[in-house]
């Protein structure tokens, strides 16, 4: 249910260098990669999480190409998603 989430979240963005990305937007990424690492990686899940990380990768590249204004913007909506979702799993 996690990785659901965390697909979501990531799909949501619409969006590789975190040099070029705005202060919001490195904290928002360096978050979805601590769940990332959080997700067990097994077999049953391989395929998916490979998948995600691909989407997670492109995402980080169209969001470094965009104007700061715009980076900030895409990056603070992502967040709020993924607060959200966060909320909405139980807690282990």
Same mark, same amino acid.
Do not use: H, W
């Given at each position: 249910m996690?990785? %659901? +989430?965390l =697909? #979501?979240? !990531?799909l &949501? !963005? =619409?969006? #590789?260098?975190m040099a070029?990305? =705005?202060?919001?937007?490195k904290?928002?990424f360096d978050k #979805?990669?601590? %769940? +990332? ?6 077999a049953?899940?391989? /395929? *998916?999480?490979?998948?995600?990380k691909q989407?997670?990768? @492109? &995402?980080?590249q /169209?969001? =470094?190409?965009?104007p700061?204004?715009q *980076?900030?913007?895409a990056?603070? /909506? @992502?967040?709020e998603t993924?607060? /959200?979702l ?5 807690k282990?």
């Amino acid at each position: 249910m996690k990785k %659901l +989430f965390l =697909s #979501v979240a !990531l799909l &949501g !963005l =619409s969006s #590789v260098a975190m040099a070029d990305l =705005s202060a919001t937007c490195k904290t928002y990424f360096d978050k #979805v990669d601590t %769940l +990332f690492k959080a997700i067990p990686d097994d077999a049953a899940t391989k /395929q *998916q999480m490979d998948l995600m990380k691909q989407n997670l990768e @492109a &995402g980080k590249q /169209q969001i =470094s190409s965009m104007p700061e204004s715009q *980076q900030e913007a895409a990056c603070k /909506q @992502a967040s709020e998603t993924l607060k /959200q979702l966060e909320a909405s799993m139980p807690k282990r």
